[in-house]
């Protein structure tokens, strides 16, 4: 049972039922962290398991990064922190960690994993993207640390990841083990910076699948005793709590074995395994971690409790509130560079690329449409080349593929002039930047950024955005 407060295991509402999950909470695991449901389906859950507890507290997450969209069927997504980045403003940064407290607690969700304190300083890495502030440690020092006390004002805790800095990466942890090729020197100069000057205001640090050789030449960081406790506890003096990555991530091989040099480390929480049952039999047999560890590992969740337990109720943000912020953001965040611009009565190219998740762009080909543009698939002297390529758990890329390269620059070399509309990561387009004659980057798919994507593309007003991002 002691060892079992230190397992939160998944919840997949798609795949998972409530009995296995009542029957996990009567086991003693120390909370659960929650992937899909609808909003009642959430709220329920929370309900059962808690009841279902020995534990006085349990502490229910989830990774909702941007707002509960993503995760949540019936919620509103959120702007993603790079269009924070690129607007540069704390105020929408806080008004974020606010809003989505005060809808995760609401549901009876306690513990928020974000921010992300990433760098965004590789175009290829697969997984951060957009999910990064910027590239520029200062400026996610201050935008993260604003959501970080958005949330805090909101009545949730919150999270730092991916400790010691996922940025600089080109392997998706979830696939394969990325490897972070920095001296100390460096890392002390850019990936470390945010976590260094943020922890004051953290409730939790998640500890990264990534290989850092400079600081330990065997383990990931998340397994690593010298990343963990000699440079995340010792050296920047964090006395909270230590949580990691997903244990079902292929990063780190079998999660039994993971989740003992975890805890060994000095992690205090193991997250998100596959078989969190057959995990909680290893640990029992022969492979529990020292009793002060354990002891540590009590401690801190005894605290968070404490914590989560003093926030007060909250009211849930409408969905006028949620689309009003992102409607806000998109006015601030866009950034427009070039020559182009399309009037009323012309006809024009639509060619679209990199829809993995099916995202569409029907707001932006309605507004156009609606102000006159004649939109076409075949030959026009104006062509729109949209990208909605993203980062994705699981896929291992960001950049467009080369069928769909060679489709863009067919169409750009046919056509008088072109603009790239990236409603995605503003890196998965590169190799077509030089080729058109504008590119606005919206960052997201959004309904709002869409719209403000037509308002710029038509000349109804100036773009405000500034990239955060070397591209």
């Given at each position: ?16 039922t409530?009995q296995?999950?009542e ?53 509103v997504r ?38 992300v ?53 080109r392997?998706?942890?979830?696939l ?52 963990t ?10 006395k ?39 995990v ?163 960052f ?28």
């Amino acid at each position: 049972m002691q060892i079992n407060r230190l397992i939160f295991p998944g919840f997949w509402f798609d795949k998972n039922t409530w009995q296995q999950g009542e029957e996990l909470a009567r086991a003693g695991v120390g909370g659960f962290c929650l992937y899909g449901g609808t909003g009642a389906q959430i709220k329920e859950f929370c309900a059962r398991v808690r009841r279902a507890s020995p534990w006085e507290k349990i502490l229910i997450c989830a990774d909702y990064e941007d707002g509960l969209g993503r995760w949540v069927k019936d919620s509103v997504r959120l702007a993603p922190n790079m269009a924070l980045g690129a607007a540069d403003s704390q105020e929408l940064s806080f008004e974020k960690g606010f809003l989505t407290a005060r809808a995760a607690r609401a549901l009876g969700v306690d513990w928020v994993f974000a921010p992300v304190a990433d760098l965004a300083d590789t175009p290829d890495n697969p997984i951060v993207n957009t999910r990064a502030f910027s590239a520029h440690p200062q400026a996610v020092i201050r935008l993260a640390g604003a959501l970080m006390k958005g949330l805090t004002q909101g009545g949730a805790l919150n999270c730092l990841k991916h400790f010691p800095g996922h940025g600089q990466t080109r392997v998706d942890s979830h696939l394969a083990l990325p490897v972070l090729s920095r001296t100390p020197e460096e890392l002390f100069q850019a990936e470390l910076k945010p976590f260094a000057a943020l922890l004051p205001l953290a409730d939790g640090v998640m500890t990264g699948h990534l290989k850092v050789p400079a600081l330990d030449a065997q383990h990931p960081a998340s397994l690593s005793a010298a990343i963990t406790t000699g440079l995340l506890k010792e050296k920047l003096g964090w006395k909270g709590c230590v949580l990691t990555d997903a244990l079902l991530m292929r990063a780190i091989g079998d999660e039994c074995h993971a989740a003992r040099e975890a805890l060994n480390a000095g992690a205090h929480i193991l997250l998100a395994m596959n078989d969190p049952h057959k995990v909680s039999r290893f640990l029992h047999i022969k492979n529990s971690p020292a009793p002060a560890l354990l002891r540590a590992a009590h401690a801190q969740l005894d605290a968070l409790c404490a914590r989560s337990n003093q926030a007060t109720p909250v009211v849930p943000p409408t969905h006028a509130e949620l689309e009003d912020f992102n409607r806000r953001t998109a006015r601030a965040a866009c950034v427009w560079n070039g020559a182009f611009r399309l009037r009323a009565g012309e006809r024009v190219r639509a060619v679209v690329l990199g829809d993995d998740e099916q995202a569409g762009w029907a707001v932006l080909r309605e507004k156009l449409t609606q102000s006159g543009i004649q939109l076409t698939d075949g030959p026009a002297d104006k062509v729109l080349i949209i990208s909605l390529a993203n980062y994705k758990s699981f896929k291992g890329r960001i950049r467009l593929t080369p069928q769909d390269e060679s489709r863009a620059l067919q169409a750009v070399r046919q056509a008088r002039q072109s603009a790239l509309v990236c409603l995605g990561s503003p890196f998965a387009a590169l190799p077509l930047k030089g080729a058109v004659n504008a590119v606005l980057q919206a960052f997201c798919p959004l309904s709002a950024f869409q719209q403000e994507a037509a308002a710029l593309l038509l000349g109804h007003h100036a773009a405000q955005g500034k990239m955060p991002v070397c591209l």
